[in-house]
């Protein structure tokens, strides 16, 4: 076991902290990880379960954190590292372990940290245990020993935030190709997140061009998230409040999470629900709610439970049959794939919704869609 080196390169933090408090030479490494057993060893072997900063969003590892450029990843970061380093809920929902945070805001300044980090905060209290810095070297010149060293000042720490990653990636090896080169700059921060057992969040962008799966909208090669533990990919139309969090990953479920970002908090809060519902039109989203309660049902018996017109929710179920999202049961009853009843629901099982003068409401929104 081997002393930390007194000439540790050492992060720019933003604030009145003691850079001396931050990098302790006097602390030493872990002790080396074994990293090879007999199969018998192995499934003798207890774990406990893996460490998370936000429970099945983001775990220890490396989280590579991917989004186009305004869409709100630095917002992200910010909230939960705010989330984290209180002991809060995370998305307004998701409760967390309280711990500290290395916030590595490397496209920031001071005062604009100040003035994020007040939106954020609201009435709470500025936690103690969340670090921000401005400045630290590329992970290659001595970036991954200054986070080793705040680590080893913070035993307990629950994460680390790199944003963005380009900024620490560092330069490429001579003769590495792109992909090696992307997988290694990964490696390097994952290192130190697993030699830790530390959620380490590299916030990094998509390419222009978008697709069906959403890996392949990550910026630069396979190597980024091959290297990676977890990729999150964060979408958003512009000038809209509601987002998707794509998520996929080793000790992950792969996972979407519908989102909605309030601009005057700097906050993004989880919405109810599955997240294709709220990439839907709102007629087809009323339908999905009301048949994962009521499942069997006819389009007479959920028109009248949500209050739309007959003759709407009938041509809308049609549709959203032929398009897979609802599957049809005979009897001209319709309930959403994987949802069964024990048996037909026959009555209303919610109260009509109706407009001020009576009429049926959003009777004509299915033409939107």
Known sequence: MSAVPADRPSLRVAGPDDVAEVLSPEQERPARIRTSWSAADIMAMEFAPPKWAVPGVLSEGVNLLCGPPKVGKSWMSLGLGVDVALGGKAFGSIP???????????????RRLQNRLGKVLGSRKAPAGLTLATECPPLPQGGDQAIAAWLDRNPTARMVIIDVFAKLRGNSAPGDSAYDADYKAVSRAKKVADDYGVAFVLVHHVRKAGSDDFLTEVSGTNGLAGAADATLVLKRARNQGDGVLHITGRDVDENEYALAFDPALGAWQM????????????????????????????PKVIATGVGLAYDNVKQTCSRMLADGQLAAEPGGRYRVPGVTAATPVTGVTQPVLTCENGSDSASDSEGDD
């Not at 500290?100 to 300044?109: N, R, S």
């Open 96 to 110: 967390v372990e309280r711990g500290p945070v290395l916030y590595l805001a490397l496209e920031d300044t001071a």
């Open 271 to 298: 919405l109810d629900g599955p997240a294709e519902d709220h990439k839907l039109s709102e007629t087809r989203s009323v339908i999905l709610r009301f048949l994962r309660t009521a499942p069997g049902s006819t």
